[in-house]
Every structure is written in structure tokens, then in C-alpha cells.
């Protein structure tokens, strides 16, 4: 019963696709499809096996022509179903241009009669050596022709291919034996010209099988180059600089149509552009169209883009920049001259021994003066911001580069970032099964966290680990779909290992009881929420924005870094870590860098959390002081990051509440507030035994007792960092203690106790403030 359910499911699935391959020519998901075929067997599913591959070589075919892969899909569907007319067709059209470079193998050292004895020895033994690798090629590719030729009621094509392989391996064995005669004769005493003569008469023959031979493949090569346009429609998304080119483009035709008309043009449009965007968004891809276009209309008599960046330009000493700078023009002369991240070039801050503005002003000279001007084009990349505010600084660049020639290339979104997988697998000739897409758009979810994901770049590479894991994993049994099929498992990353739960982390903590049990609850409240959304209902707005009160040492920042922890484990956070910052991180001491220092900092805690200790700290003091402005920039960029970017603000209780009344915009963001209070003595006790034991050491009952009396009876400030600096000095006591004693040289237990002198002794050192 089971065995007919699957047969008609077989039948179905067969159907389907024979008929979406009819009425579109090609089959939209091809990874399905392969993936289907996988699981059918060899033998007892050999006919459906087959047919269904030839469908899946018939369909890629289609959609790009004819290459290795479909050549492969199609010889196996015919092993396997020697009846299939779809493999047998199409392999008796292609099959023989899979043998054009059968030749490359017959390719002879040049033969000299004026040279000495030892180099026609090496000469004679290269030609023995290639005569042997190309018939043993060309025998296995005898026996295929013949094979096909009968396959295919011996088409024309192949009987003359099959001649010329024949005449071509008779000459080659003759050869063969000729240059064996060679190297003897070179070795005797007899005279060699005669064998000379013979050898060089064969290789003249086999010279020409090898063009008959090449002749039969004429033809079958696209010739024709793409048009820039062509080139540029054909790249996966990027609507709106395809728009702004194609515009760029005809008004270029428009102005060369002109000129061959007669009229005048006195001020032409500059060629100079800006391309703007994060990395991997097809900065050199379009600089690369440009420069075609430019090329394709007459504009510049070069195609070619010369690439540099702040290494190749900016020297190290006087007059060493501007020969650099003056290289690279001479060297894109025609053409175009490409400066990534350009803005590199000269930043606020650099030294005066910086030779960057001197690198621009040279760069600015030549694009304007008589011997360069108007003979190059130059096109600036990087970053948008950077790429303003270095344009911003420098008026002589700025003017050479107008508004309309500013182009942005904005990120891609994860369906054209997916489409350019796919097409990176395909031009690997792989395809992605249903699970390796998933897997696909999991990891691209992953590293998609700021500005510096590497888009198209980034997409490539995760095609190119997964090629690699597949590789490196295959064992011995390998067949059509190890070749040709990615799979979820090739894109799976390896686990963090032996990661302890963040939720143990935070039971395990000593104290913090109410603290504990608010941070379960809202971990709670966002798992709900995730769970609402993937049932389609409205979820509640989730504010993870957080207020941490308390005195130092009360373990502000370790339940912070298990709340960044547990918030990635809910998949709200893609990196889960923290970055601690102070006033000193985000203060700059002059106008303008405040905000840069700002985003600097909160760009490295995207994708995770950003603790912000003695936040208060922040508050202006005065005219002079810049913290208004990290407070503003900080309000904007968690408005602008929302849910990748969670903030914890950490500091006493009365100046965090005078900081979040400071901005209205900091106060409605913070909803949940967070309060650490004072460790008991019990507590600290608790804590300190628990240190101590990290290390293998415990405390006896007496010093025990003498610890908890002394802190309940004096108190003490510090929390959690009390505890482990007395711990840390009482060892440092012990030590002193036990060393000219015999525990030491014996190791007894002794050693791995601390005793109550050691924990008086810490104290007192500490009471005196030589800690």
C-alpha cells in the first residue's frame, strides 16, 4: 500500500513538472526538483530517475545555455534510461562540444636543429612525454564518439569528428615513435638529420588534424559583446541606479548625436562620478559599466578602469604623493580612475606629516590642468556619510564632482540577496535545494547587523564556505547530485560549543532575587510576543530598552551581558554581546566628532547590547561640553536601529532619573527600570566562598564566622568587587604565610585554606588603602 502511495505521488510530482516545463520551457525550482530526485532509487525508480533528470537538464539548458552540468545531468539520465528521447536528443546536439579542448594536450616545444645535444635531448623527451598524455586522451574520447555515433544513428558531425581523432592518434603514434628514434640518435654516433626531418614533418601533420579538428568547433562561441546597457539591466536589483545610468547613458548618446549634427556642446556634462553605498552593493560593477559606456560612445578611447586606494596614492615623505598621484593618472589616461573609500584619503584628526590633502590637491591639479584635463575620468566610492562629509571638506574636489553625478547604491533586500545566491551557486554550476535556501536566508539574517555587511559580498562567500564544506566532507560514494546539488547541511554553521545557558547563568547567581525574576519575566514576554507574530497575530510592542540602578559592584554589568545573551537566544538579537561604554567613549573635545564617536561606538554594538555605566556621567556640565550631543545621537540611532540595537543604562538611582528627565525623547524610551540593591553579609560571604572555590581554595569555619561577624557588624562598600578583592588579597596573604612552611614542599590541604589571619590580614590591608 505504501509502495503505491509513493508511486503516485512519483506520477504526480512528473506531471507537474512536465508540465510547467512545457508551458514555460524551464522549471522555476530546480533545487526541488533535484532534491525529489535524490531520494529515488537507482535501480527500482531507474526509468522515473532518468526522466525527471532529463527534465532537470532540459530546463537549466533553457535558462542559460548549454554547460558542463546539464552535459553531466544528461548522461546519467541516459544511463539510467537509455530510452529517454529528451537525453538522447539533446546529447546528440552537444554532446561532442564537450571535446574541443581534447587538443590542448598537442602542444609542442619549438624544434631547433642549431640547438646544442643536451636541449633536443629535453626537447625529444617533452614531445615523447605529450604524445603519450594525448593518446591516452584521445583513445578514451574514441570510444566515446564511437559509442555516440551509434547512440545518435551516426550523425555527420560525429563520424567526422570520430576520422579526424583517428588519423590524428595514427599520426601521434608515429610521432611517438619518431621522437623515440630522436633521442637515440641523439645520444650515437649517428647522424640525426634524417630523424630530424621525420619528426619535424609528423608534428607539422598532427599540426593540421589539430586545426581540422578546431574547425569543427567554429561558430559555437557567442561572439558578440554585451552592451554596457544589456550588462547593467541583467544585475539583480539596483532599480534605481539602473534608472539613473540609463538616463546618464542616453544623454551622452544625445550629446554625441549633436556633435556629428554640427552643433556646438561649449560646457560638457563632467564625467566624474560618486558612488555611494555600504560594501558589496556594486560600487566597482557599476564603475566598470561606466567606463564601457564612456567607451561605447566615444567619449574616452579606453574601456579600461584603473583601481587604487590610499596606499597606491599617499606617500611617505615630500613629493613622494604626488608622484604617486601622478602615476595612476598617467596610467588611467583614456580610461577611468577608480578611488575606493576615498574618503581615507584625508580625515579630521591626521597628523601634519599626513600627505592626504596633498594627495587630493595633486589629484584636483591634474584633472583640471592642460596635460591631463579632460583626458580621464574619475569616479569616488565609499560609505554615504564619510563619502559627504570628506567632499564637504575638500571645495576643490567637490566642485569637479556636480550633484547629478552622485549616485547611491542602496543595500539589497534578502529576496535580491537570495537571488544573488542563487546565481553565484548556478555560475558554479550548483543548484540550492529547498533546505539550503532556508539555511541561505537564516544566514544572511545572521550577518545582516550594520553597515559593514558586505551585501552581494557577503552572500558570495556564504556560497563559496558552503562549495567548500560540501568538498571537504564527500567520502568515497559520490554521484551527479555530490557535483551539483547544495544542501541545508553545507550551510549549517557549527555550534558555539559547550556555551553554558544563559538562563543557568542568571539562576545561578548569587542574590539579585528580584532582578532575577524581572529579567525572566520579560525574556517571557518576548518569546510570547515572537510566537504571536509567527501565528500572524498583532504582537505587543516589545521595549527592551533598560535602566540598571545601583552601587558599584551590585552586578550591573554580568546580568547585562546574560540579558544580551538570553535575548539573542530568543532570536531578537542576531549577535548577543555586549559593549560596555563610558563618558570617554562617546566625548570628543571639539565640535563635529561627538556625534562620529557616538555612532563609532553604537555601530559596534549592533546586533547586541550597548551598557552605558554612570550614564549620568553624560549630562553637560557647561557650555563647553559635548554630552547633549551623544544623548541626542543616541536618541536618533535607537529610533533608527530599533529592535538591533538594545541600550542598558547603568548608574545610581536619583542622577539616572535627573539624566532620562534631561531629553524627552531618552525618557520614552526606557521603559523598564532595574534595581540592584546592596549584598547581604550573608551574601558577600556566599560570593566570596563561591570565588574562592573557582580557584580550588575554601574557607575555614573560622574565618568564615570572622568575615560575616566583621561585615554585619561594619558594613562595607563595594558589593560583589569587595568580595573577590578580598578573596584576591587573602591569597596573597596565605601565600606569604604558608611559604617558608612545610604545607608547601608537601602540598597538604593546609595549602588550599584560607584561615582567618589570611582574611584579617586582607582586611586591614585594605582598611589602610594599599589595595
Known sequence: MEQQRSRTELEKRQSLWEQELRETGAIADEGALLSYIKTLDDHSDAEAKGDLLAMAGKSRANRGGHDALVLNWMEKALELNPANRIARGYLSAHQWK???????????????????????????????????????????????LETAAKRNGQDARYLELKRILQESIEESALLLKAAEGYEQSISGVFHT????????????????WKAAWASQFEGTKEQAEEDPLEELNSLIGLKSVKERVSSFYSFLKYQKKRRELGFQTKDSLSLNMVLTGNP????????????????????????????????QLVGAYVGQTEENVRKMVEKALGGVLFIDEAYSLKREGQTGNDYGQTAIDTLVSLMTGQEYGGRFAVILAGYPEEMRQFLDANPGLRSRFPQSNLIHLPDYDNEELMQIGEQSAADNDYVLSEGAKTELMNRIERERVDDTFGNARSVINIIQDAIFTKGAKVGEEMDVFTYSL???????????????????????LIGLNVVKEEVQSLISFVRMQQLRRDKGLQAVPIQLHSVFTGNPGTGKTTVAKIYAQLL????????????????????????????IKTKKKIREALGGVLFIDEAYSLLSQGNGDFGKEVIDTLVDEMTRHNENLVVILAGYPDQMNELLESNPGLRSRFKKFFHFPDYTAAELLEIM?????????????????FILETISAEGVAGNGRFATNVIDEAVQAQAFRLMDSPFVEEFTEETLCLQEEDLRRALDKMGKGEF
Open 689 to 705: 566562598e563561591n570565588y574562592a572555590g573557582s580557584y580550588q581554595y575554601k574557607l575555614s569555619e573560622q574565618a568564615r564566622s
Open 193 to 208: 638529420s634524417v630523424h630530424y626531418d621525420e619528426l619535424k614533418n609528423r608534428i607539422k601533420t598532427l599540426e593540421e
Open 98 to 144: 564537450g571535446m574541443e579542448s581534447l587538443f590542448e594536450a598537442a602542444t609542442f616545444p619549438p624544434l631547433r636543429e642549431t640547438d646544442n645535444r643536451a636541449a633536443k635531448r629535453k626537447t625529444a623527451e617533452q614531445i615523447i612525454q605529450i604524445c603519450r598524455q594525448f593518446l591516452d586522451q584521445a583513445e578514451t574520447h574514441l570510444d566515446e
Open 280 to 311: 558589496g552593493t556594486g560600487k566597482t560593477t557599476i564603475a566598470r559599466l561606466l567606463a564601457k559606456i564612456y567607451f561605447k560612445l566615444g567619449v574616452l578611447p579606453r574601456a579600461e578602469v584603473i583601481e587604487a586606494d590610499r596606499s
Open 486 to 508: 547544495l544542501e541545508r547541511d553545507d550551510f549549517a554553521l557549527e555550534p558555539d560549543g559547550d556555551k553554558e545557558d544563559a538562563r543557568e547563568q542568571l539562576s545561578q
Open 568 to 595: 539573542k537566544d530568543c532570536g531578537i538579537l542576531k549577535r548577543g554581546h555586549l559593549i560596555v561604554g563610558s563618558r570617554a567613549d562617546f566625548v570628543a573635545g571639539y565640535v563635529g566628532q561627538t556625534a
